[in-house]
């Protein structure tokens, strides 16, 4: 099974960036979809951002034009450059396929102060 360990998380104030990555452990980074996806306390889990096999990027509503998903084969990982942060941002960040995933792992946290 595919382990996808998610880094990069951290305390940012308004307006700030932070990138997340997502590397493969134990196997090369499968040639599917990716997504971004984020909960918050009492919040349902919301995806943010895919990435298909081709390339080709979707995002969410609430992060359309701040975020940029991208992936990097070679290092069998995926990215989430994030700008603009705003405090309803603040959530713990997953990835996964977004097809048949695999188990969730920790997540990442992301903080943003006002």
């Known amino acids: 099974q595919v382990q996808l360990v998610e880094s990069g998380g951290g305390s940012v104030q308004a307006g700030g960036s932070l990138r997340l990555s997502c590397t493969a452990s134990?196997?090369?980074?499968?040639?599917?979809?990716i997504g971004w996806y984020r909960q918050a306390p009492g919040n349902q889990r919301e995806r943010v951002a895919i990435?298909?096999?081709?390339?080709?990027?979707n995002y969410a509503d609430s992060v359309k034009g701040r975020f940029t998903i991208s992936r990097d084969n070679a290092k069998n990982t995926v990215y989430l450059q994030m700008n603009s942060l705003k405090p309803e941002d603040t959530a713990v960040y997953y990835c996964?396929?977004?097809?048949?995933?695999?188990?969730w792992g920790q997540g990442t946290q992301v903080t943003v102060s006002s």
């Open positions: 996964n396929a977004v097809i048949r995933p695999y188990d």
């Open positions: 134990g196997s090369t980074l499968p040639i599917r979809g």
């Open positions: 990435i298909n096999s081709g390339g080709t990027t």
